[in-house]
């Protein structure tokens, strides 16, 4: 039993208690650990992240598992941690430290940080840029990740009566190791370096935070590894168990307040399910090459029934090359499509106007085919005076391109006059 003066609570475990939990406080992390049917709440909380993080994410119709990923992450991530502690634990004589009763506790407390993850239920993608609101997001990560760490070493230094310092470490290797990992197993755009890919803001946004994590997260592993080993080493204070398992209940309001965010969850499927759906059936379409129903299919519907972020098929800062993009904009231009769905396929060629013509100057192995593709797209899907004036003028040099022949220079010429003209 504890050492100290505070006794297990038996209260139910109410709104209030959440509240302070999720500050830290001693009671309440004493009453959630005690309180058995608390890992049940705490399921609910997960299970409603899966809204929060997916109703404007995915297509759940149809990729309905996307509304499980935290509840596996979490019980994969818990585990490790749980055993990393029982590791910790066994030169600090905890007796009563059951394995699986302890397992349920831990799983107990690492459940009920999730509420934090309904910050990621903001949608900035609706109000900001793409590479702005990419950038959000990802703050929005570290500033959740960072207040969850903090909170499960204090939640446990209190439940072991262990010393926060060794929890600390021990919490920090965890979670530098599972950043690592992540950093390098989920799939990313490709660095800037390699093969002269040009991403888009969104994609540059996100391949600096990973090289950031991959970077940093390296360098301090071993710190976080010699300092867990270190403060094991100088801290003896034994561990205790602060609280066992009671037959303490979960409050009717607290209980609600969980429904009522499963319910909010559900209520914000209306916001980006429509969104994620057109978005599916259009990948779908584009992956197995049937470009004519794709841009047909895409036609039907304004930019506003997409996702505000959207990179349809191929993804080019992820390496992708099919469906081939000329191909794309020539059915487009067959189909007479509208703007909005050439500019999105006009930004992938590249975010550089005059990289995008040089790329496709004649030569004997393509000849005119591909200039004259991007020539027709340009023509059909960017405004020329949508072009800032060192773009305009850098064209201009192009068209004095000896591998240009006079028709074709006299095309460009004519398309970028007409903003001379007004």
């Not at 997960?46 to 809204?51: H, N, P, Q």
């Not at 978005?279 to 047909?296: D, P, T």
Request: proline fraction near 6%; include cysteine; charge should be negative.
């Amino acid at each position: 039993m504890a050492t100290d003066d505070v006794a297990i609570p038996t209260q139910p475990v109410s709104v209030g208690t959440l509240l302070r939990f999720l500050v830290g406080s001693r009671e309440a992390i004493l009453r959630v650990a005690s309180c058995r049917q608390a890992l049940w709440l705490g399921l609910v909380f997960v299970l409603s992240t899966g809204f929060a993080r997916e109703y404007d994410g995915a297509d759940l119709w149809h990729e309905s598992w996307h509304l499980l990923l935290p509840l596996a992450a979490s019980l994969g991530t818990s585990f490790v941690l749980y055993c990393l502690v029982c590791l910790a634990a066994v030169p600090h004589g905890v007796d009563e430290l059951r394995f699986w009763r302890g397992y349920r506790t831990l799983l107990t407390l690492y459940w009920f940080t999730a509420p934090l993850a309904w910050l990621y239920a903001i949608p900035v993608e609706r109000f900001l840029s793409a590479g702005d609101a990419t950038a959000a997001n990802l703050w929005f990560l570290a500033a959740v990740s960072v207040w969850r760490v903090l909170l499960i070493t204090r939640a446990l230094s209190v439940w072991l009566n262990a010393s926060f310092v060794v929890i600390f470490f021990l919490v920090m290797f965890f979670a530098d190791s599972v950043a690592i990992a992540l950093a390098f197993v989920t799939p990313k755009p490709i660095f800037n370096i390699m093969g002269g890919v040009r991403l888009s803001e969104p994609d540059q946004v996100l391949v600096d935070a990973v090289l950031m994590v991959q970077v940093f997260g390296m360098m301090s592993w071993l710190v976080w590894l010699i300092g867990a080993i270190v403060a094991l080493s100088v801290i003896k204070k034994p561990w205790t168990v602060a609280a066992a398992p009671a037959p303490c209940r979960v409050s009717k309001p607290l209980w609600a307040l969980a429904a009522a965010l499963v319910v909010l969850g559900v209520a914000l499927l209306p916001i980006g399910q429509p969104e994620q759906r057109h978005a599916h059936i259009a990948e779908r379409l584009l992956k197995s090459n049937q470009l004519e129903a794709a841009v047909k299919y895409m036609s039907e519907f304004p930019r506003e029934a997409f996702p505000p972020i959207w990179d349809p098929p191929p993804r080019v800062g992820y390496g992708e090359k099919e469906p081939d993009i000329m191909e794309v904009l020539s059915m487009m231009i067959r189909y007479d499509a509208t703007r909005w769905m050439g500019q999105l396929y006009i930004d992938k060629l590249s975010q550089n106007p005059l990289e995008a013509f040089q790329d496709a100057l004649p030569d004997a192995d393509t000849g005119t085919a591909q200039f004259e593709g991007l020539m027709s797209a340009y023509e059909k899907f960017v405004p020329v005076d949508s072009l800032n004036r060192q773009q305009w003028e850098e064209l201009y040099g192009i068209a004095d391109n000896p591998k240009l022949d006079l028709a074709l220079r006299k095309r460009l010429t004519d398309y970028l006059s007409a903003r001379e003209n007004r």
